[in-house]
């Protein structure tokens, strides 16, 4: 992507003396900084069930969010209107907010910075893709799911993709922007039989193209993946309840990683000290071969982004280092308020919102045990290949997870499929929890068995 691609204020109307005067009735005597951040976005969904489009959806947004920081003190405004008098009033409320008085004060002229990095090029933007193309590829989808197993009933399968266009100017004179694509497909399966219905669920995406999908038949792979889980579930057992040791399959359980404890890193909670990571820097928190790891610069990965939200690269921050606790994910405040690192993760939900500190892709790196090695290691116990959802209490680390795909471990093997099963847990940090195969030594395990 070229510079005036991602600087360019023309898309939304704006020239930089525009924006240079808005942050100068921002930037007064007691504001400590100022920025505005301008988002253009487009997104598009389709959705099929029992071989019918559902739903086709397209919305687009505009906009542009005001802030001013005043030692702790934020003030934020917004406004879905970008005209030079729009601009003024959310500039004067976000100051007002921030509790400073009324002025103009000079801001240096916008330097035009470029992404040091292209993590997600593509050649042709995904919301690009005609509609016909994306129900052919749903359609195909369905039919290859029914063709799997005839006990599958019904299949649901979405396609959305997002298109955002995103340009970051500071009171200090940074002025960068950024092409930011997305898109995921989601298959799930419904398996009956005798009565017995079970569903199976498979999907992926990330900052990539719709010819993703496609190479090697990509998308016929999650359809068959979505249909096995579902016939699976048709002959699972029910779940033992108790504490017993727990394997986790490498890969998406790394979702019990981001929730029970990625989120009791983000420095917003520690600051506030709400997080049962509180105060523990430099402090052993989990076993020695655990090391996590944040990392936003991962080619084409869901999380990963040129720059956050702020206009910071991103970077990989090393977060508990062979478990001891020895950073946190930053964003500009909170990073400058705490005396730590700035590690390029702040993030906003749109241009309506604030940025706050918040994961990219976060894992743990893989030991020196062979995954097979850790599941002989097991007598008794549970084998959870991935997770329909869950919850955590980053007060304390309490957590509950749901697995979708799971199995029992007997003698050092895996045997029968169960369901039903729930992990419930207490940390501030679960031994062993991430992307690779892991054993969690002693964990309760909520199940169905009567």
């Not at 749901?402 to 729930?422: C, F, M, N, Q």
């Amino acid at each position: 992507m070229s510079t005036d691609q991602t600087t360019d204020l023309a898309r939304f109307g704006l020239s930089e003396l525009e924006v240079r005067r808005t942050l100068g009735k921002v930037k007064v005597r007691d504001v400590d900084y100022a920025d505005l951040y301008f988002e253009s976005s487009v997104s598009e969904s389709v959705s099929m069930e029992e071989g019918i489009v559902k739903r086709a959806g397209k919305s687009v947004s505009q906009g542009v969010g005001v802030r001013a920081t005043a030692g702790e003190k934020t003030g934020f405004a917004y406004s879905d209107e970008l005209t030079r008098r729009d601009l003024e009033i959310a500039a004067d409320t976000a100051r007002y907010i921030a509790n400073s008085p009324q002025g103009d004060t000079s801001v240096p002229a916008p330097r035009r910075v470029r992404p040091t990095r292209d993590l997600y090029p593509a050649e042709t933007s995904v919301t690009e893709i005609a509609t016909r193309d994306r129900v052919e590829l749903l359609d195909r989808i369905d039919a290859e799911a029914r063709r799997y197993d005839p006990r599958i009933k019904n299949v649901l399968a979405s396609f959305n993709t997002e298109h955002k266009v995103v340009v970051v100017a500071t009171s200090d004179g940074l002025l960068v922007g950024d092409v930011q694509p997305l898109s995921r497909l989601q298959v799930t399966c419904i398996a009956e039989e005798g009565g017995n219905r079970q569903i199976g669920t498979y999907g992926g995406g990330g900052r990539i193209g719709f010819a993703f999908y496609q190479e090697q038949d990509r998308f016929l792979r999650y359809a068959r993946e979505a249909a096995r889980q579902a016939i699976l579930n048709l002959s699972a057992v029910e779940t033992p309840a108790g504490v017993m040791p727990v394997v986790l399959a490498g890969g998406w359980p790394g979702i019990l990683l981001h929730e029970a404890i990625g989120h009791g890193l983000e420095a917003d909670f520690n600051r506030r000290r709400t997080s049962a990571f509180t105060n523990l820097m430099g402090r052993r928190v989990a076993s020695e071969v655990c090391t996590i790891v944040d990392d936003g610069t991962l080619p084409f990965r869901r999380g990963s982004l040129n720059m956050d939200d702020e206009g910071t690269p991103t970077s990989r921050t090393v977060l508990i280092e062979r478990g001891v606790l020895r950073g946190y994910i930053t964003d500009r405040l909170n990073a400058r308020l705490m005396g730590i690192p700035l590690t390029g993760n702040g993030r906003r939900e749109s241009f309506q919102s604030i940025p706050l500190p918040r994961m990219t892709n976060t894992f743990m790196l893989a030991g020196e045990s062979d995954p097979q090695e850790i599941i002989r290691s097991v007598r008794r116990g549970l084998y959870a290949v991935s997770f329909g959802g869950g919850q955590v209490d980053i007060t304390n680390g309490k957590f509950v997870f749901s697995a979708s795909e799971a199995y029992l471990i007997e003698d050092g093997a895996i045997t029968r499929p169960v369901k039903g099963a729930t992990l419930i847990g207490n940390g501030p940090v679960p031994v062993g929890v991430g992307l690779p195969t892991i054993r969690v030594d002693e964990i309760t395990v909520g199940g169905t068995q009567g």
